[in-house]
């Protein structure tokens, strides 16, 4: 049996969250619980419960919703490209969407993504530029916005990384800095602004995670 346990931090406010994993074969049966689970002593809140078979599907159920979540992936080859082709379904937000990505090699990949309640669909090409593959650039056009969105990510050794996104329709400009670490946990660090009329705002907020993991 794997146990996982995680600690999360926001900016003012903490929250933890445990999930507990273990393997039947070719299913992987996790249950995971919030700090809402037991601030007021053991209840269902936050508690979830998920079925998984890596490559094939995964069935999560919110307990305290009584909510169900589907997905199934699957793969096909087209014109000796393997298509990966994702299907979700969640019952409480009557939402249906099916995501779908090819890589032409290892350095260029592109997805779309459509939701079948709304119409919304996103494509996105993802570059990976380097030997090493440490610098990631992202853009995306939302056809249902006719807008852009942004992203350069640049990876460094010993597990730290910085993002930049932009985003066209709400003019956001974002810079994260994570670091993800075995020894020392992994945070992010995120800073938001504004950018409209010459006007910027901006705001910060840092995350904390540690991960502690066991196997029985």
């Known amino acids: 049996m794997k146990a996982t346990v995680k600690g999360r931090y926001e900016v003012d406010k903490s929250s ?5 994993a273990v393997n039947a074969g070719d299913l ?36 305290p919703k009584k909510d169900v ?12 490209k393997t298509v990966n082709l994702t299907y979700t379904h969640a019952r409480g937000d009557n939402r249906v969407g099916i995501d ?15 939701a ?22 992202e853009p995306c056009y939302d056809v249902s916005k006719n807008s852009w969105d942004f992203a350069v990510t640049r990876k460094f050794e010993g597990g730290d990384s ?9 003019k956001h400009l974002g810079l994260e800095w994570n670091r993800e670490s075995k020894f020392n946990g992994s945070f992010k660090h995120c800073l938001i602004c504004l950018c409209e009329d010459m006007y910027l705002s901006s705001g910060e907020e840092s995350v904390y995670e540690i991960r502690i993991n066991t196997v029985v």
């Open 69 to 80: 979540r589907f997905q199934f992936m699957n793969s096909a080859r087209v014109l000796d």
């Open 28 to 63: 992987k049966l996790k249950a995971s619980m919030t700090d809402a689970t037991f601030v007021q002593g053991p209840s269902l809140n936050g508690l979830a419960l998920s079925l998984e078979k890596p490559g094939s599907f995964i069935i999560d159920y919110n307990v």
């Open 162 to 170: 910085l993002k930049a996104t932009y985003q066209t329709s709400s």
């Open 116 to 137: 079948l309640d709304s119409g919304n669909c996103k494509v996105k090409y993802v570059y990976t530029h380097g030997v090493l593959r440490r610098t990631v650039l």
């Open 16 to 20: 933890a969250t445990a999930t507990f």
């Open 100 to 114: 779908g990505s090819v890589a032409f090699d290892p350095a260029n990949k592109v997805s779309v993504s459509y």
